[in-house]
């Protein structure tokens, strides 16, 4: 698919039923969502883009903006011709805050723990820092950077990440990450913005997800005007990857509530 400025937008498409759109996080792809989707293919029509920056989609222009994700969104929908469920993971769920913001025909919204704290002009070095780091190769260092300073992992978890190196067969994601890097950067971490968002919203977390994820949802759940907030026992940020079955049931409720 070809979006709004000529950039190739790949995406994944399977099941039957009403068509719900499913956007991956920083560092996914294609693959992000499908142990989710399997289990909701029999009752939904999903759709899953690699966003721009993501192979096989392009990489669109420099530097991008959170607007650029939302007209790659915009052509999707267009395509699949009718109304949609949005569906995001972590950043991709705060595009998809700011697809509903921007009018996109969505019927209802589905979020996983939106960072909307890693936004504004102090991930700017952060930028510049990780792309001096992709150029060198040192991959360790840069996801310790990317867990650090936009994550915001704990002193803990950040020691497990420095314990081995990154799989020979996992994707380089670092052009993805630099450009989602640019947008945030570009943006603001304003969570009172997202009262202008009415469509029904499902707003999910982890119940051990480290500050300040947990402290920023709260705050986003009271702007929210129609929102359902549920938490997953014993899970932090990578629930959908690690119970799959249990986020993908409740997706599957409330898409059927709403």
Known sequence: MESFDGTAI??????SGPPVVLVHGSGGGLHSWQPVAEHLSARFELWMPARR??????????????????GDL??????????????????GATVALHAVASGLPVRSLVLWEPPLY????????????FVALSANGDRRRADRLLAEKVARVPAALLDLIDAGEPADDEPDDALGWHRDLESLAADSADV???STVTVPTLLMRGADTWQPMPETLDRLASALPHVTCTTFPGQMHFAPSVVPEAVA?????????S
């Not at 915009?74 to 950043?91: K, T």
């Open 10 to 15: 790949s995406y994944r498409q399977l099941g």
């Open 192 to 194: 009172g913005r997202w």
């Open 118 to 129: 890693a936004a504004g002009e102090e991930l700017t070095p952060v930028l510049d820092e």
């Open 249 to 257: 049931a409740e997706i599957a409720r409330f898409l059927s509530r």
């Open 74 to 91: 915009e052509a999707l929908i267009a395509e699949i011709g009718r109304p949609v469920d949005l569906v995001g993971m972590s950043y």
């Open 53 to 70: 920056g993501y192979a096989p989609s392009g990489p669109g222009r420099l530097p991008k903006r959170f607007a650029d994700e939302v």
